[in-house]
């Protein structure tokens, strides 16, 4: 029997870390809701892993970092997957030096660009969903993701991020200047309008 530690767990689901073959890696496995029916929460778990699962994979080829998948049982809901031994980028943003911090945000814009490229919608960009590992920013959790080509989506999915900068990181008020900066290099479409679009949800914001 394969030991499993769990390190995580959420509302959602719940991280174990485990072995697959000889690797090591984790396993994410959505939890049943007692107070929805047990035919359409079988469905849900069900659905939204296949989702998640479709959408890391999709992410991957387009050249992003994520996690390798080994495997997706859509019964059980388990996604099992690499194991990434890094930092998550939450914990060690705000103790880099300046340049660092700088090339590091850079690099979260360019990835991010990618997604948009292709129409993915990560749907959860906050620090706590990337890891630092071999110099490279991986995205974890798009149990949250969609395909989406539209601007307004786009917009949404970035401003997510830049709340979750000011939040936590609210001492580096810069940091997500130099993500649009990265996101600007990298994207195909003109990103002024996307940049507009967060404007505006901004604003949104603060008339509600
Ligand atoms: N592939 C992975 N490698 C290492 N840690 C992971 C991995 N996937 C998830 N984790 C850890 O588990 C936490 C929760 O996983 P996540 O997919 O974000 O679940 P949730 O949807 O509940 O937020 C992450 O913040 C991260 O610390
Ligand atoms: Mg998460």
Redesign the pocket.
Known sequence: MIKKDI??K??????C?SKYMNYN??E?RRVHKSYRINYIDDKLISSRTRE?AKLMIEARNKGVSV?IIYDVDLISGIIT??????K?I?DILNNLSEKKRQTLCKKIGESIARFHNNDIIHG?ITT??M?LLDDKV?F?????GEKNSEIESKGVDLHVLMEALESTHSKYSDCFKYVLEGYKKELKDDANQVIKKIDEIVKRGRYR
Request: proline residues 3%.
């Open positions: 390190i995580y959420g509302a959602e689901a719940e991280i870390v890696v984790v994410k998640e996690p997957m690499e194991y990434l031994t890094g998550r939450k959860d706590s969903n890891i991986h974890i959790d798009f149990g949250l």
